[in-house]
């Protein structure tokens, strides 16, 4: 399958600061790729769609100035944490779309999980 | 909004015994994707499917895609331990390229 790189693995930040998190398609070019926050022992929460050279589109509760994301590269998308707090503690992960209709599939990074101290 | 329900949330089972869950939702999907998680890791994809009525196997997994479109089913045959793990559904919201992920199934299985 096709590999997604997520980094870093794990990271810890003191209040108030901003973290970025990388997500890279290593063998493929990927228009679209989606951020997710996972909670634990819960399921994954879709955050965002990150397109490649536009904006990207926030569901519903999220905070776009609060997760910066932008999708500079067919095969970049970087999620910046702004002013974390502790709230914001959480496993943040990645996919990259694949493919086209009837045949597309998602790849995901091996995730970040975030403490705010 | 749209919700993708797991079922069963957990189980135990024995080696060597065949394990079966389903996901299901009130909405239509136009794709369903079925993934396995570990701890502290992204969920790895298992098997793809497209079309309804769709059955598809990869190794010892087998998923379909539900007649209604708005259910798919799992199995796993003859479990082995490195079976455990976060069994999860996802679906394509129709219109759009997003996926909705299910609420998981946790798998267990005794040596």
């Known amino acids: 399958g096709a590999v997604v790189s997520q980094h870093p693995s794990w990271v810890i930040c003191k209040s108030g600061t901003s973290v970025k998190i990388e997500c890279r398609s290593l063998d493929f070019q990927a228009t679209t790729m989606f951020w997710y926050r996972q909670f634990p022992k819960q399921s994954l929460m879709l955050m965002a769609t990150s397109n490649e050279g536009s904006k990207a589109t926030y569901e519903q509760g999220v905070e776009k100035d609060k997760f910066l994301i932008n999708h500079a590269s067919l095969t970049l998308s970087t999620l910046t944490v702004t002013s974390a707090h502790p709230e914001d503690s959480s496993f943040y992960i990645c996919?990259?779309?694949?493919?086209?209709?009837?045949?597309?599939?998602?790849?995901f990074g091996s995730g970040t999980q975030l403490s705010v101290l | 909004g749209q919700q993708l329900n797991q079922s069963p949330q957990s189980m135990f089972i024995q080696e060597g015994e065949d394990v079966s869950m389903n996901c299901t939702s009130s909405?239509?999907?136009?794709?369903w994707l079925w993934y396995k998680q570990d701890p502290g890791e992204g969920p790895v994809l298992l098997i793809a499917l497209y079309k309804a009525g769709e059955l598809t196997s990869n190794g010892r997994l087998t998923a379909q895609f539900g007649i209604t479109r708005k259910d798919s089913f799992l199995n796993i045959s003859a479990s082995i331990p490195s079976d455990v793990g976060i069994y999860f559904c996802?679906?394509?919201?129709?219109?759009?390229?997003?996926?909705?992920f299910g609420t998981g199934t946790r798998l267990k299985v005794l040596a």
């Open positions: 996919s990259a779309r694949i493919g086209g209709q009837g045949n597309e599939k998602l790849f």
């Open positions: 909405s239509i999907f136009n794709t």
């Open positions: 996802a679906g394509r919201v129709s219109g759009t390229y997003k996926y909705i």
